[in-house]
Nanobody, 119 residues
């Protein structure tokens, strides 16, 4: 099993910045994808950004140019730097990790961290 522990959410004014962190522990394989999703009230969970262990970042169009995902593979940690925050970025942000094991993809989620952006 894999555990994901998120931190860094909070309340910020529009235009401000926050940095989310997610530390993974447990049975983690070297080849995996870590990412961030978010879910606003009444909406479906959506991808914000993801990054494979040896590849390039992928971003939702709504956050391109404002958010940056990065990871420290040695620490099994992924970060999300969020700049120029907007009220529409308000959501619960979830960390995710996907990895293959015996031809089956395993998917793990963190407990979520609230991000609230006020106008």
């Amino acid at each position: 099993q894999v555990q994901l522990l998120e931190s860094g959410g909070g309340l910020v004014q529009a235009g401000g910045s926050l940095r989310l962190s997610c530390a993974a522990s447990g049975r983690i394989f070297s080849i995996n994808t870590m990412g961030w999703y978010r879910q606003a009230p009444g909406k479906q969970r959506e991808l914000v950004a993801s990054m494979p262990s040896g590849g390039f970042a992928n971003y939702a169009d709504s956050v391109k140019g404002r958010f940056t995902i990065s990871r420290d593979n040695a620490k099994n940690t992924v970060y999300l730097q969020m700049n120029s925050l907007k009220p529409e970025d308000t959501a619960v942000y979830y960390c995710s990790l996907d990895q293959w094991f015996l031809s089956v993809i395993q998917n793990f989620w963190g407990q979520g961290t609230q991000v609230t952006v006020t106008s």
